[in-house]
């Protein structure tokens, strides 16, 4: 078994079974993260420069479009910067929230605190939630490491279905370098991977998939190759951006507030995070997270340390949400427990569109290269 040992610059640790050190006892994700946060602005100036540059490009030939840009809202402090930083640009986003039957009371509150005072348009969606219920329970019955990725496909396919309905060139997304980087491969999977999500359901499903929102990954490629495809915009990587000052500003601007960690403005993603994820996989997101956070000086190692020696669950909050959680997904304790108690799976048993990809890949460098071999 490999010795245990925890980054000196971070707080990653061998939980991740693919980390290594260099010489100096650095893992490879700081190493990693070290070149591409070289790219990110320097100063205010040339933050401010690039908003603007933003702008401009968006409001190119859209100025007679009712919307010209789409922000996905979970009520997180990503999402709702975003849509802060739209505000203060001038543009004219549309707003939409994926519901999925998971949000906490105070992301609502947030959410409606955010749009009022920007004064946006806002949509919800609302995903039906027996077949939604039903997926989700396929991933836990899997016993496959990501299962978020019922939410996150969703999300995705619905803001690209979006962006074609009412013709809107530009999507700004909350992913940035700053403070989210460095997370294992193994701790998570390909969002747009429908073969996975779609093999996953069929083996465990009661309920047909016939309005949930999907993206076949194939259209996609064909969409970016062929067509006027939608452009993504990283937007905080344009900018100097701080996780501990974006929730001060929308605390002061929004009364918006915190809920204690990451992702956590939905119930199941906490209880999956908090829970799910270390009893059964020995995963503790916490670890990226505030990982993230060091490099990104917000915080210091030692303080970092301290975060986690702090239980991620009080016995009676834990006890409330299972109960929550395990109510709504029509699960019983013992048949959770069953789930729970199951060896880990990995993704690639249900297949994958990845890995048709590269065995297309495969193909055509072969007939290419014995095309050109042919012809010298």
């Not at 809202?73 to 910067?81: A, E, F, K, T």
């Not at 986690?308 to 929550?324: G, I, P, Q, R």
């Amino acid at each position: 078994m490999r010795p245990y040992r925890r980054c000196n610059t971070c707080v990653l640790d061998t939980t991740d079974l693919d980390i290594s050190f260099d010489n100096e006892g650095v893992c490879n994700h700081c190493n990693e993260w070290l070149p591409r946060v070289e790219k990110l602005p320097k100063t205010s100036q040339e933050a401010e420069k690039n908003l603007l540059d933003i702008k401009k490009k968006i409001q190119k030939n859209t100025k007679s479009k009712k919307y010209d840009c789409l922000i996905g809202l979970s009520g997180g402090v990503d999402s709702s910067y975003i849509v802060y930083l739209a505000h203060k640009l001038g543009l004219k986003p549309l707003i939409v929230h994926f519901d999925n039957g998971w949000n906490s009371e105070l992301a609502i509150s947030n959410i409606e605190k955010v749009v009022t005072k920007c004064n946006f348009e806002y949509n919800t969606l609302i995903v039906d939630w027996d077949e939604f219920r039903e997926l989700q329970v396929a991933y836990l019955k899997a016993s496959v490491v990501d299962i978020e990725v019922a939410t996150d496909h969703a999300i995705i396919a619905t803001m690209f279905k979006l962006a074609k309905k009412y013709n809107i060139k530009y999507i700004l997304s909350g992913g940035n370098i700053a403070t989210e980087t460095g997370m294992p491969y193994a701790w998570t999977w390909p969002k747009k991977d429908l073969t996975n999500l779609k093999n996953i359901h069929k083996k465990f499903n009661k309920v047909p998939l016939k309005t949930y929102p999907t993206r076949n990954i194939w259209k996609a490629l064909f969409d970016k190759k062929f067509s006027n495809n939608v452009e993504d915009i990283r937007i905080l990587d344009h900018i100097n951006y701080t996780k501990s000052d974006a929730i001060k500003l929308l605390e002061n601007e929004f009364g918006w507030q915190y809920y204690g960690g990451k992702h956590f403005e939905s119930v199941f993603t906490k209880f999956y995070q908090s829970y799910i994820l270390p009893r059964k996989f020995n995963i503790d997101k916490r670890l990226v997270h505030l990982s993230s956070l060091i490099r990104n000086k917000e915080i210091t190692r030692d303080e970092a340390l301290l975060e986690l020696e702090k239980d991620l669950y009080s016995a009676e909050t834990l006890k409330l949400e299972m109960e929550y959680v395990l109510k709504k997904l029509q699960l019983s304790k013992s048949d959770f427990e069953e789930i729970m108690n199951m060896e880990p799976v990995s993704h690639l048993e249900f297949g994958s569109d990845y890995i048709k990809m590269e065995k297309i890949k495969k193909i055509y460098r072969f007939f290419f290269k014995k095309k050109s071999s042919s012809s010298l």
